[in-house]
């Protein structure tokens, strides 16, 4: 692309004063880690926006952001307690349906780049950095974890940041589109600079054509409306980027929604976004779908009112009748369709919407053909469909986490400083973005759920049954406090109690830097998991017990 948007940075006013805003409001705070006395107690305060600059690729069916910021921390801490040592702790909400796809975090010259990492694995070697417990420790040490929390939250941490100083990261994320009356339309909201509404700031945004869309309607719940050529660069405020302030989103509807809107120049209104895999554990065919009644629609059903409408979606295999709920009677744009599947046959491009009365008697049916966009192998219009809220997948199947991006809860995204990349690659990033993670960083940690156990969507329609395996006999599994570990010749032995006899576990170790020190699936006998191997050397470790889908991870020195 080469804009060079984040080259763009705006001057600082004053001691980092811009954009002042109190954690209550915005959701982020920093807090404090480390007393140096007992009993100093622990403070927290404000954080800024202390500078901003964010890149939006438009592509046909989802927007493809990069949001470049520094996040200041101001105020002063109570005695006792150390303003070097601090904590910048936010929470992230976007639409439903998007996923953050990297992230990058600085110091100094060196970039550090964020991987995917078992929930727990990450949080312990998070914690074990930042070791709350301790005297103030060497700095700088520079982890950043991100988790996801539910559809579209993230919580993230950023350690460690000094008072009257800001740390400078940058997030990749993937925003989905939603079925409007206009058409297939892109919300905009800001990840971080959203959590600053107070802030005066003037952010750059650049938007791009990220393919096919050489021109877009930009749209503000103020009534703002313009048609804009890509790319476009506008300065707008932190408050411009988040929800609408009085409830009506900008296309006139009553919800907290984004409160800018994007609207490609031709509207579509039926749309279907298809990827589709060929080899590997999630070989598959992927559909998002968004569709909304249209002129089309009504002069195929050539009736004048109807009680309820249904859209029936089809694959070579099955077919899935969904009903849509159309206010005020028949008319363009009084009804939406959001689906999103996966299949091993190949998805219709065709859908058939169905009028009945309120006897339920079938009055029309109309069928339609919807837009296709499909680019092969493009995993970006993938993670539409695995970060989604409601999808359908007709089989269980493992996290997809690790091949889409960061749409998971079992894992969260962590940066530490041996993930460090030379400050030369920062030309690089500028140029192509942030790289989205990569698969090969993670494969030692893909969960290994049994099939059955622990389905990926527990309400598709081919997870039927109840697939839940009930605690009986796993003890304190989930009280890692209680666990005792024996060193023994050759191996060693993890005692939980109350842990029942015969019971199969996963047991995986890995060292502080996230690498996998060994893997055993034990047997449990007299409540404990005999583990041989005599390669694994003295040392820190993290070991993760899993028994039927339930996982923890505890510390131990071994």
Partial sequence: MGTGIFNIRMARLGALMLGLAACAHSQIMWQTT????????????M???ASASIRVRVNPAFLDIEEDVEIGVVGTVGAGNDGKSLEIVGTIGLPAGSAITGALLWDGGTILQGKLLDRGIADSLYESLVDRNSTPPPRPRDPLILERTGPGAYRFKIYP????????????YQLPPSSGPEGLQM????????LFPGSPLQIPVTFENGGKVPKAIFSMVSGTRME?????TRLLTASELGDSGNGWDVWGHLSTSPGIGILPII????????TAFSAGQMAGNYLNLYATVSQEVLKGLNIASASSLAVVVRNAKRSYDIPVTCEGGLAVGCGSLVFQGKSDAVWNDTLDWEAFNAAG??????????????????TGTAVLWAAAESNYSEKKELPLGPVFGFVDQWASLLSLPQDSVGNAMLAFYNENGVPRIANNSIQDVIPNYEEGQVPNNPGNPGNTGNTAIAAVGFGSLGDPSSWRVERMQGGFIVRIPGLGQGITAVVELYDLAGKLAGNWAPRSEGGALTLSSAAVRPGIYLVKIRIAGKSTVKRVIL
Avoid: F, W
């Avoid at 480390?34 to 305060?45: A, D, F, I, L, V």
């Avoid at 919300?187 to 959203?194: D, Q, T, Y």
């Avoid at 579509?268 to 298809?274: G, N, S, T």
């Fill in 267 to 274: 509207p579509v209104r039926q749309a279907a976004v298809k």
């Fill in 34 to 45: 480390h007393t140096k006395n007992e009993g100093g107690g622990y403070n927290s305060g």
């Fill in 161 to 172: 940041v000094t008072l009257g100083y800001t740390r400078h990261l940058r997030l990749r």
């Fill in 228 to 232: 804009m050529t890509l790319p476009r």
């Fill in 47 to 49: 954080c800024n926006l």
């Fill in 187 to 194: 919300p905009l909201k800001a990840a971080i600079a959203s």
């Fill in 361 to 378: 008697k079938l009055l029309a049916r109309a069928r339609v053909k919807s837009m296709v966009y499909e680019t092969p192998q493009d």
